[in-house]
């Protein structure tokens, strides 16, 4: 048992609570590590740091080490619009953050293969992912969010001239990339109710979906058509977010609506849908937004919307989970 205890003391120094306490049977000591979460190099590293910690013991001639990861229960969270400019990315790239700040392992994909705007986001421009065994492997964020974005693999500018099939491939790398013990991951749509979200629906269906619309009649019809979508394919809704709300003067503190008030909202209620609330047309949020800083991971009025929605987006996850959906 003092052996025992003394190898295990030896080794928990490198793993932390990640090893389970090691046998030693004639001078070969064998070794479970729990590996969850850690990618190929940090796995190997670790086993090899073990092995040298343990043959360095006088009782130990020969080390056998096994590795073991929990199975994480992933879930998505789709984030669409009927139409595009009405901040869609703005919405979900701070709603990662949101949620990562708020303890959740989220990773946030820009499937938007047409028109990527995660990495500007999330000040990850200039960044590549690498390969991990055939996948790709999330690039970090100082944020607490991994991401992957079309953004990432092609050159500044260019243009994705791309059928349906191809976008469709280019989510699944996206999608199936190693993203380690990441529980949910924020899916970032294209604008419409194309090929993109009808990939996404057939083979990595979502958990639920936030639909994002300013408050004037046309988008507003447009995010009717993506709720339909989403309604056909049996993936629950989430809610709506009326982005845009309303413009208040930094001079003189006057608010005006430039898109209208209250249709986002009524449009729920029509709709038979919740109302996650209303995120303003703010200037702090544009420049925080074009400077890779999204608002929710800084103090400060400017991000008290997306923590009131990403405190929402946790609460009916949590419900569906008990619910068992």
């Given at each position: 048992m003092a052996e025992t205890d003394r190898l295990h003391a030896a080794i928990a120094k490198?793993?932390?609570?990640?090893?389970?306490?090691?046998?030693?049977?004639?001078?070969?000591?064998?070794v479970i590590l729990d590996v969850t979460g850690l990618d190929a190099k940090a796995r190997d590293a670790m086993a090899e740091a073990v092995r040298t910690a343990l043959l360095a013991l006088a009782e130990v001639d020969e080390v056998r080490v096994a590795m073991t990861s929990e199975r994480v229960e992933r879930r998505i969270i789709a984030?669409?619009?009927?139409?595009?400019?009405?901040?869609?990315?703005?919405?979900?790239?701070?709603l990662a953050v949101a949620l990562a700040r708020a303890g959740r392992r989220t990773g946030l994909v820009d499937a938007d293969?047409?028109?990527?705007?995660?990495?500007?986001?999330?000040?990850?421009?200039?960044?590549?992912?690498?390969?991990?065994?055939?996948?790709?492997?999330?690039?970090?964020?100082?944020?607490?969010?991994?991401?992957?974005?079309?953004?990432?693999?092609?050159?500044?500018?260019?243009?994705?001239?791309?059928r349906g099939p191809m976008a469709g491939?280019?989510?699944?790398?996206?999608?199936?990339?190693?993203?380690?013990?990441?529980e949910i991951l924020v899916v970032d749509l294209p604008p419409g109710t194309g090929d993109?979200?009808?990939?996404?629906?057939?083979?990595?269906?979502?958990?639920?979906?936030?639909i994002v619309s300013t408050p004037q009649d046309l988008a507003l019809i447009d995010a009717a058509r993506a709720v339909d979508l989403f309604r056909q394919a049996n993936v629950p809704i989430i809610?709506?977010?009326?982005?845009?709300?309303?413009?208040?003067?930094?001079?003189?503190?006057?608010?005006?609506?430039?898109?209208?008030?209250?249709?986002?909202?009524?449009?729920?209620?029509?709709?038979?849908?919740d109302f996650l609330g209303r995120i303003?047309?703010?200037?702090?949020?544009?420049?925080?937004?074009?400077?890779?800083?999204?608002?929710?991971?800084?103090a400060g009025f400017a991000g008290d919307p997306f923590r009131s929605l990403a405190g929402q987006v946790a609460a009916w996850l949590d419900r569906s989970r008990r619910a068992g959906v």
């Open positions: 490198i793993t932390g609570s990640r090893a389970a306490p090691p046998r030693l049977h004639n001078g070969r000591a064998s984030v669409g619009s009927g139409k595009g400019g009405v901040g869609k990315s703005t919405v979900a790239a701070n293969v047409y028109g990527p705007s995660v990495p500007r986001l999330m000040g990850a421009e200039g960044t590549r992912p690498e390969a991990e065994d055939q996948k790709l492997r999330p690039v970090a964020t100082r944020f607490g969010v991994p991401i992957l974005s079309m953004g990432q693999l092609v050159k500044p500018g260019q243009a994705l001239a791309w491939k280019a989510l699944g790398q996206l999608l199936d990339a190693a993203w380690g013990d990441t993109v979200q009808l990939s996404m629906i057939s083979s990595w269906k979502p958990a639920g979906a936030v809610g709506l977010v009326e982005n845009m709300a309303g413009y208040r003067c930094p001079h003189c503190g006057t608010v005006s609506d430039p898109f209208g008030a209250g249709g986002a909202q009524a449009a729920a209620t029509a709709m038979s849908l303003p047309l703010e200037i702090a949020i544009r420049q925080a937004s074009d400077a890779g800083t999204p608002p929710a991971a800084e």
